[in-house]
């Protein structure tokens, strides 16, 4: 932490001040504000609102910040791999075409592509599981690697208007929330438990959206 972030530690350990405890452990202002963040962006991913991918480059940063400080390096990566997968989501939902020219729009992927976005993500989960084992001292290699990978996997469908994001997300949620509880994150435990009714809702909101009329459906 002190090579990488040198002159900002001053700033970053009033960041990672306490704000309140929950559960015997510290929940710190770095931590809230990504809290805050996080769920207006899951709000604004459920009503297809470009608004979201700014939200999403800036609560990714914070817990980039917050998970490097816990040593749980596959997620910390993650979200760096987050905020540049934002300003590209950012990007496709402004100008991004489909294969037949129109503008992005939601829909499915269809049972091959399901399939393909499956066997590339059970593909990548045990590489980066042995990565993480072998070279880093993450205590939690594998449960660490699982949510990495899908994660990549729910950010390329959502930035490509996939309805198919939101079951990905259901399951990044549900092993995140064992995880972070591993690690004693507590408000980041109750972000990812709050996000598992908001993807199924989102889940739902899409699947009306996929119902109506393009012509009438909401605007990206």
């Not at 459920?46 to 596959?74: C, D, E, I, N």
Request: with cysteine; aromatic share 14%; glycine share 6%.
């Amino acid at each position: 932490m002190e090579a990488l972030f040198g002159p900002l530690r001053p700033l970053l350990d009033t960041a990672l001040a306490p704000a309140f405890t929950a559960l015997g452990s510290p929940v710190s202002w770095l931590e809230l504000v990504a809290f805050v963040l996080a769920i207006w962006m899951v709000v604004c991913n459920m009503r297809v609102q470009v608004l979201a991918w700014p939200l999403a480059l800036t609560s990714s940063l914070l817990y980039f910040l917050l998970f490097w400080s816990g040593k749980l390096y596959g997620e910390a990566s993650l979200q760096l791999l987050f905020a540049g997968l934002a300003l590209w989501g950012w990007w496709q939902w402004m100008r991004g075409r489909t294969a037949d020219g129109d503008e992005l729009h939601v829909r499915t992927l269809g049972p091959r592509g399901r399939l393909m976005a499956l066997l590339a993500t059970l593909a990548a989960w045990p590489l980066l599981g042995l990565f993480l084992q072998h070279r880093t001292d993450s205590p939690l290699p594998f449960w660490d690697a699982l949510p990495t990978v899908a994660s990549i996997t729910g950010q390329w469908l959502l930035g490509r208007k996939y309805q198919e994001n939101w079951p990905v997300w259901v399951m990044v949620n549900l092993v995140s929330i064992a995880l972070f509880a591993l690690k004693g994150y507590w408000l980041t435990v109750v972000l990812y438990a709050v996000f598992v009714p908001m993807s199924v809702a989102g889940w739902r909101a899409w699947q009306r959206q996929l119902a109506t009329p393009r012509s009438s459906a909401v605007a990206a």
